[in-house]
């Protein structure tokens, strides 16, 4: 079965309406979805529509619960804040009832999927090696896909060995049959990873092959939309240069 993995599409229509075209054109069984639908951009309820539509297993990401009011917003930026509360005030309230049934933990054809991490799926960053192992140790699955770093990177680990990472580039790919494996797609509606396309990772579970993929999209036009919603201009410009 090949699996498209997506994470943190943060109100971003112009960006998961590309991403799901190039998903579309990669004949996969089934796509999922790492957490953070909404937060920060300026179409929320499509991009719920278009997870529903489109995503077997969705996830709750730490702005999506912020939405809901599960989460204090005393832990958020300004910005995520007021894009939080701007988010809550434009969802219908079918939106918000889907969004407050997710959850930020599960499983799926033996992959553990986390929004953020095993060991704290909602707040963890797992950007380190060191972090890694204590994710590896953590986690029953030998496969950990996360998002919420909004970085495409990869760490590993072999029997006896430290854990190691690497950055992935769009095109990249890697084989995971042997070893531990804990895998970020990139985010697909704010990149932080200095590429501005939105990014996806296409998974392979008969060959065990991941390749990461970039996806060019209208910036232009989900930067206007944020602009014309009255958000934070920084999240508009932040699009621009993928960061
Ligand atoms: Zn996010």
């Known amino acids: 079965m090949r699996v498209a993995v997506l994470s943190d599409v943060h109100g971003n229509r112009h960006a998961f309406e590309a991403v799901l075209e190039d998903v579309a054109s990669a004949d996969v069984a089934e796509t999922w979805c790492l957490g953070d639908v909404v ?4 179409d929320p309820g499509d991009c719920v529509d278009l997870a529903r539509e489109h995503c ?53 054809a033996g992959a553990g ?20 192992e204590l994710c590896f140790d953590a986690a029953p699955e030998r496969v950990l896909l996360v998002g919420h770093s909004h970085v495409a990177l990869s760490f590993t680990r072999r029997e006896g060995d430290a854990a190691t990472g690497e950055r ?11 070893g531990r494996w804990l895998v970020n797609p990139g985010s697909v509606g704010q990149p932080r990873d200095g590429d501005p396309r939105a990014a996806w990772l296409l998974l392979d579970l008969e060959t065990r ?27 508009a410009e932040r699009l621009e240069y993928g960061q």
Do not use: C, M
């Open 168 to 178: 992935r580039y769009g095109g990249d790919e890697a084989d995971l049959s042997q």
């Open 56 to 108: 077997a297993v969705t996830l709750a990401g730490n702005h999506d619960l912020a939405v809901t009011g599960e989460l204090s917003l005393d832990d958020f930026s300004r910005g995520a804040a007021l894009a939080a509360r701007w988010t809550a005030d434009v969802l219908s309230q079918l939106h918000l009832s889907w969004l407050e049934g997710l959850s930020p933990a599960g499983e799926r």
């Open 209 to 235: 092959r991941a390749t990461w993929r970039r996806v060019r999209y209208d910036v232009d036009g989900a930067a206007k939309a944020i602009r014309a919603a009255r958000l934070p201009d920084s999240l």
């Open 39 to 42: 937060g920060y951009g300026a």
């Open 113 to 132: 999927l986390y929004h953020g991490s095993p060991r704290d799926p909602v707040w963890e960053y797992v950007v380190s090696a060191l972090l890694a």
